[in-house]
């Protein structure tokens, strides 16, 4: 829908800012009914996805070493034959050099029995150790899975019931932009924007800001009632109106 074009009065551009407040005060309201759910679960899909990855890669680990385990049973096997190979050949020397030479290869071949014997109990702790790891996250992961089940839930519930509501509010939203200046509802928008409470316009309360509290001069007061000019809090920037212009009661306001 394009933008209407047709020139507002000062009044009816407030009168249209006031509404669009109101109804996205009531979307926020709905955010805020949703709280911090939707960032729970999205957290919670987070970390879950870096569970399965820290699991892949433990299991990628074990993977390794077994090919290191694979490896050094085959050079454990290589020197024990090397071993019984050397062993026979002594009763075959015909001089104290052959003998000697025999006899350093199998110590040789020994102590690479024995550095096999090692790394492969060490591969072998270490895959205790990432088993044990693996049994660790798959507890945290069950948790984690059963929490995000029960989030995403409350999640779905909470969407079902006000996705209807909110769709028709941002509708409302949406026609009420069109009709407003777009260099005005792009300040009202940065204000509302940078407001703690997501207030862009506030009427007069008790002779003061509705947004910030801060007083206003009785001739500024006048000023807003006259509707001439769009004004704004000197402290906090909010636009400013007239309780009458917001559809409130003087009493119900000097009572807010």
Do not use: W
């Amino acid at each position: 829908m394009a933008r209407q074009e047709k020139e507002m009065s000062v009044e009816d551009r407030l009168k249209a800012l006031y509404h669009l407040q109101k109804i996205l005060s009531e979307v926020d309201r709905i955010k805020t009914l949703r709280g911090e759910l939707p960032l729970e679960v999205q957290d919670l899909e987070d970390g879950i996805a870096g569970l399965h990855t820290r699991i892949a890669k433990f299991e990628e680990d074990i993977v390794g070493f077994n090919e290191e385990i694979n490896y050094q049973q085959g050079e454990r096997d290589n020197n024990l034959a090397l071993i019984d190979k050397y062993t026979a050949d002594l009763d075959r020397v015909r001089n104290n050099r052959e003998y000697d030479n025999l006899t350093k290869e199998i110590e040789y071949a020994r102590l690479n029995v024995e550095l096999a014997d090692k790394k492969i109990r060490e591969a072998n702790e270490k895959i205790e150790r990432v088993k044990a790891e693996i049994i660790k996250v798959n507890e945290q992961l069950d948790d984690d899975e059963h929490v995000l089940t029960e989030k995403t839930a409350e999640l779905s519930e909470i969407v079902s019931e006000t996705k209807q509501d909110e769709e028709k509010l941002r509708e409302q939203a949406k026609k009420l932009e069109n009709k407003i200046e777009a260099r005005l509802l792009t300040a009202f928008k940065r204000i509302r924007k940078n407001a703690r409470n997501g207030l862009g316009i506030v009427y007069v309360q008790r002779n003061a800001c509705g947004g910030c509290f801060n007083r206003i001069p009785a001739q500024r007061q006048m000023e807003i009632k006259m509707h001439k000019k769009i004004i704004v809090c000197e402290y906090c920037g909010r636009i400013l109106v007239d309780p009458a212009l917001a559809g409130v009661s003087e009493a119900d306001a000097k009572n807010a």
